[in-house]
């Protein structure tokens, strides 16, 4: 088993030293008629039942009436009541402050009962060791006041020892001999309860013999209020330095405790029930987490690894209860794992605050869940990376809600990069309700995915309901391509918001809401039943092919800079500017009619193919304004080469501007045939007409050449 650090080491060592104090005076507490009414400084209420005015003897069962302990001294709180548990008082006396000192404090009791010491103000200095239970049963009570002493151990062997902090500041200072170390079950029962207060510590150590940090009677140390500041806490057997046993290690309630290193052995347990436990970093050795509410906050250069020095994987969730276990990396913290799983049946969250780094070689998951059939349900993780520089790296693959739900919030500037990733991939889609969701918020907010990017299931069907919401200038790259599954939605909500992905397929829905200005690279394959709904404004830079009966609306403005297919009988919904630059082919290869709401404007790099067939021929146009420009490209559909007569009707509404260039090298009209695009600007119509044969022309030649002599001989007459 990997040794612990050094300092611990040092402290459980130096331990030896502890055991054989050097010769001093000693004063020992006196449990005689009416001591009990005394405190650590003298009788208040008259001499004692030895007529003595303070209750502390040289020796153990001597006179009492000695002088009050001095920095020097061992005192020793003993006695033998079997029928009631004996407590010595410390505090203010007339309102003085006073400073009660010794060198060694040990309070023990015997024949099953407790002796305590309870301190309610003043301070009290002990320069080496606070012994509870050295061999019987000891407890010290502080609400309020100050205590420091050189190592503080709670339990020793066949004893147990108990230190209840409830207000007021504990702090272990060590001595010239002693590493300052708080031991609560030193070879015995130890039992440390922190509601209050302050506590300073440079090290714990929780262990009992023959305990594990299961069972509930092993030594714990527990904090469900106040502050704690210990540098390394090791819980659980460390045998390499003469603790063995378990012991449990249980924050809750609104406890803040700050560690450096947290350590928790095989036969230990660390709970984490709500409050926070800041930490540099853990170890931890099998299934030694219960983490249910509150938080773990790693800083610094953070780790978390097993025994053997190798990263662990995280996974947590709160369970069937009502908690939120909470794993945040405060400002400018690094942390690697190979995988995390957040929400892993029951609640979690995740935080990922400025400057931070959280770096995950493998998978990730938000909302694993646990199967249904073990009687345990779906989880609900959640994750926010919020701030300048603040980046949380999946190097696999990230699942936000399977088995579960599950959301990411990335924002000021936060930056998440996945290597793939799918969005409710649940195996049951109505497992949680609730939407899966991505937010990408501020500008300078990225979120970069690799692979393939699935919005709403998995490589091959739909799944959850989800989404993901670019806002105010947030952006998503997706390298693999983009998949939005039917029943979810992308969406563009304010200014800025950017996509870029070589290749989308749209099953489902591209929302840019009112007020929202967006731009998307690359191309849109819509399927049939998918939606492109456009109330603000969208830059699309990419091909558009509409397949099926798929449907774009815009009350806003939308500029196509690539090429646009519709699929035949489209209907294009909206009050607002549809602007085509990078061509438009009305019923793709087919022929088609499309019936535009709204406005539509080409602009001069546009391209409208137009397919001509004797019965038949694409149409665009409505009720509204149609602006003309660029090219116009007639294209013969099933060899088609036009006939005399022949009428094609390609544009209705309002027309304006014109065709800078008619292309009809698509079309190859047949002999004696003629273009006739004089209605074209005007009515939008293109016709065909017949070139008067060779003959024919001859006698319109000689007839107008007769007109012309006839013409000039009059004019001479006159």
Same mark, same amino acid.
């Given at each position: 088993?990997?040794?612990?650090?050094?300092?611990?080491?040092?402290?459980?060592?130096?331990?030896?030293?502890?055991?054989?104090?050097?010769?001093?005076?000693?004063?020992?507490?006196?449990?005689?008629?009416?001591?009990?009414?005394?405190?650590?400084?003298?009788?208040?209420?008259?001499?004692?039942?030895?007529?003595?005015?303070?209750?502390?003897?040289?020796?153990?069962?001597?006179?009492?009436?000695?002088?009050?302990?001095?920095?020097?001294?061992?005192?020793?709180?003993? *006695?033998?009541?079997?029928? $009631?548990?004996?407590?010595?008082?410390?505090?203010?006396?007339?309102?003085?402050?006073?400073?009660?000192?010794?060198?060694?404090?040990?309070?023990?009791?015997?024949?099953?009962?407790?002796?305590?010491?309870?301190?309610?103000?003043? &301070?009290?200095?002990?320069?080496?060791?606070?012994?509870?239970?050295?061999?019987?049963?000891?407890?010290?009570?502080?609400?309020?006041?100050?205590?420091?002493?050189?190592?503080?151990?709670?339990?020793?062997?066949?004893?147990?020892?108990?230190?209840?902090?409830?207000?007021?500041?504990?702090?272990?200072?060590?001595?010239?001999?002693?590493?300052?170390?708080?031991?609560?079950?030193?070879?015995?029962?130890?039992?440390?309860?922190?509601?209050?207060?302050?506590?300073?510590?440079?090290?714990?150590?929780?262990?009992?013999?023959?305990?594990?940090?299961?069972?509930?009677?092993?030594?714990?140390?527990?904090?469900?209020?106040?502050?704690?500041?210990?540098?390394?806490?090791?819980?659980?057997?460390?045998?390499?330095?003469?603790?063995?046993?378990?012991?449990?290690?249980?924050?809750?309630?609104?406890?803040?405790?700050?560690?450096?290193?947290?350590?928790?052995?095989?036969?230990?347990?660390? &709970?984490?029930?709500?409050?926070?436990?800041?930490?540099?970093?853990?170890?931890?050795?099998?299934?030694?987490?219960?983490?249910?509410?509150?938080?773990?906050?790693?800083?610094?250069?953070?780790?978390?690894?097993?025994? &053997?020095?190798?990263?662990?994987?995280?996974?947590?969730?709160?369970?069937?209860?009502?908690?939120?276990?909470?794993?945040?990396?405060?400002?400018?913290?690094?942390?690697?794992?190979?995988?995390?799983?957040?929400?892993?049946?029951?609640?979690?969250?995740?935080?990922?605050? $400025?400057?931070?780094?959280?770096?995950?070689?493998?998978?990730?998951?938000?909302?694993?869940?646990?199967?249904?059939?073990?009687?345990?349900?779906?989880?609900?993780?959640?994750?926010?990376?919020?701030?300048?520089?603040?980046?949380?790296?999946?190097?696999?693959?990230?699942?936000?809600?399977?088995?579960?739900?599950?959301?990411?919030?990335?924002?000021?500037?936060?930056?998440?990069?996945?290597?793939?990733?799918?969005?409710?991939?649940?195996?049951?889609?109505?497992?949680?309700?609730?939407?899966?969701?991505?937010?990408?918020?501020?500008?300078?907010?990225?979120? *970069?995915?690799?692979?393939?990017?699935?919005?709403?299931?998995?490589?091959?069907?739909?799944?959850?309901?989800?989404?993901?919401?670019?806002?105010?200038?947030?952006?998503?790259?997706?390298?693999?391509?983009?998949?939005?599954? &039917?029943?979810?939605?992308?969406?563009?909500?304010?200014?800025?918001?950017?996509?870029?992905?070589?290749?989308?397929?749209?099953?489902?829905?591209?929302?840019?809401?009112?007020?929202?200005?967006?731009?998307?690279?690359?191309?849109?394959?819509?399927?049939?039943?998918?939606?492109?709904?456009?109330?603000? $404004?969208?830059?699309?830079?990419?091909?558009?092919?509409?397949?099926?009966?798929?449907?774009?609306?815009?009350?806003?403005?939308?500029?196509?800079?690539?090429?646009?297919?519709?699929?035949?009988?489209?209907?294009?919904?909206?009050?607002?500017?549809?602007?085509?630059?990078?061509?438009?082919?009305?019923?793709?290869?087919?022929?088609?009619?499309?019936?535009?709401?709204?406005?539509?404007?080409?602009?001069?790099?546009?391209?409208?193919?137009?397919?001509?067939?004797?019965?038949?021929?694409?149409?665009?146009?409505?009720?509204?304004?149609?602006?003309?420009?660029?090219?116009?490209?007639?294209?013969?559909?099933? $060899?088609?080469?036009?006939?005399?007569?022949?009428?094609?009707?390609?544009?209705?509404?309002?027309?304006?501007?014109?065709?800078?260039?008619?292309?009809?090298?698509?079309?190859?009209?047949?002999?004696?045939?003629?273009?006739?695009?004089?209605?074209?600007?005007?009515?939008?119509?293109?016709?065909?007409?017949?070139?008067?044969?060779?003959?024919?022309?001859?006698?319109?030649?000689?007839?107008?050449?007769?007109?012309?002599?006839?013409?000039?001989?009059?004019?001479?007459?006159?």
């Amino acid at each position: 088993m990997r040794r612990l650090p050094s300092p611990v080491a040092l402290a459980i060592t130096l331990l030896g030293l502890v055991t054989a104090p050097a010769l001093a005076a000693e004063r020992h507490w006196t449990f005689i008629g009416g001591c009990g009414s005394a405190d650590w400084f003298g009788k208040t209420n008259g001499p004692n039942a030895e007529g003595k005015t303070t209750c502390w003897a040289a020796s153990a069962g001597g006179a009492s009436g000695q002088s009050v302990p001095g920095p020097g001294d061992d005192v020793f709180m003993r *006695h033998a009541n079997p029928n $009631a548990d004996l407590v010595n008082t410390f505090s203010t006396f007339n309102g003085t402050t006073r400073v009660g000192q010794a060198k060694n404090l040990s309070i023990a009791g015997t024949a099953g009962r407790f002796a305590s010491l309870a301190v309610s103000s003043d &301070e009290l200095q002990i320069g080496e060791r606070l012994t509870l239970g050295q061999t019987g049963r000891g407890k010290l009570i502080q609400t309020d006041g100050s205590i420091a002493a050189g190592i503080v151990i709670l339990g020793e062997p066949g004893g147990v020892g108990r230190y209840e902090l409830n207000q007021g500041s504990l702090s272990v200072t060590g001595s010239s001999s002693l590493y300052p170390v708080l031991l609560v079950g030193h070879g015995g029962h130890g039992e440390f309860v922190q509601r209050g207060g302050s506590l300073d510590a440079p090290a714990l150590i929780v262990a009992e013999p023959g305990k594990t940090g299961r069972d509930a009677a092993s030594s714990f140390f527990e904090m469900s209020g106040g502050v704690a500041s210990i540098d390394v806490i090791g819980v659980g057997n460390a045998s390499d330095f003469s603790v063995t046993g378990g012991g449990r290690m249980r924050i809750s309630g609104s406890a803040a405790l700050s560690a450096t290193q947290v350590e928790v052995m095989d036969s230990g347990l660390l &709970e984490i029930h709500g409050g926070i436990l800041g930490t540099v970093g853990m170890y931890l050795e099998g299934d030694t987490l219960a983490f249910s509410d509150g938080a773990i906050q790693f800083r610094d250069v953070a780790f978390l690894k097993d025994f &053997e020095g190798k990263d662990r994987t995280l996974a947590f969730g709160g369970g069937l209860g009502a908690g939120t276990p909470t794993v945040r990396l405060t400002r400018n913290a690094t942390l690697s794992l190979p995988a995390l799983h957040v929400g892993d049946f029951g609640k979690g969250r995740l935080e990922v605050e $400025a400057g931070a780094v959280l770096s995950t070689s493998g998978p990730a998951s938000l909302g694993s869940g646990k199967p249904v059939a073990f009687g345990l349900g779906p989880g609900d993780g959640a994750a926010t990376v919020t701030g300048a520089g603040a980046s949380w790296i999946v190097e696999g693959h990230l699942n936000v809600g399977v088995k579960g739900r599950g959301s990411v919030t990335v924002a000021d500037e936060g930056l998440l990069r996945t290597g793939s990733a799918f969005l409710g991939s649940t195996e049951n889609p109505d497992e949680l309700p609730g939407r899966n969701q991505v937010r990408v918020e501020g500008a300078g907010s990225h979120w *970069h995915n690799q692979g393939l990017l699935v919005i709403g299931g998995g490589n091959s069907a739909a799944g959850q309901a989800s989404e993901v919401v670019l806002r105010d200038g947030g952006a998503l790259r997706s390298d693999g391509g983009l998949i939005v599954r &039917e029943g979810s939605a992308l969406a563009f909500q304010g200014t800025g918001g950017s996509v870029v992905a070589g290749s989308t397929l749209l099953e489902g829905d591209i929302q840019v809401d009112a007020g929202a200005d967006a731009t998307w690279t690359g191309s849109i394959e819509m399927a049939h039943g998918s939606w492109l709904i456009v109330d603000g $404004a969208l830059t699309l830079n990419g091909d558009l092919a509409m397949n099926g009966y798929s449907i774009l609306e815009n009350d806003g403005q939308v500029t196509f800079a690539g090429r646009v297919s519709t699929y035949d009988d489209q209907v294009l919904f909206g009050g607002g500017l549809r602007v085509f630059s990078g061509g438009l082919a009305v019923g793709g290869d087919r022929l088609g009619h499309n019936l535009a709401m709204g406005s539509t404007r080409f602009t001069a790099s546009n391209v409208f193919t137009a397919q001509l067939a004797r019965s038949s021929h694409d149409h665009y146009g409505g009720t509204g304004a149609l602006e003309l420009g660029g090219t116009l490209k007639l294209v013969s559909a099933g $060899a088609y080469q036009g006939h005399a007569g022949a009428s094609f009707d390609l544009f209705g509404g309002t027309l304006s501007g014109h065709f800078d260039h008619v292309d009809t090298s698509g079309f190859a009209l047949g002999a004696g045939l003629a273009w006739d695009f004089s209605q074209l600007s005007s009515a939008g119509i293109v016709g065909i007409s017949a070139v008067p044969e060779p003959g024919t022309w001859a006698l319109w030649m000689a007839g107008l050449v007769g007109m012309g002599c006839r013409a000039r001989r009059h004019r001479r007459a006159v």
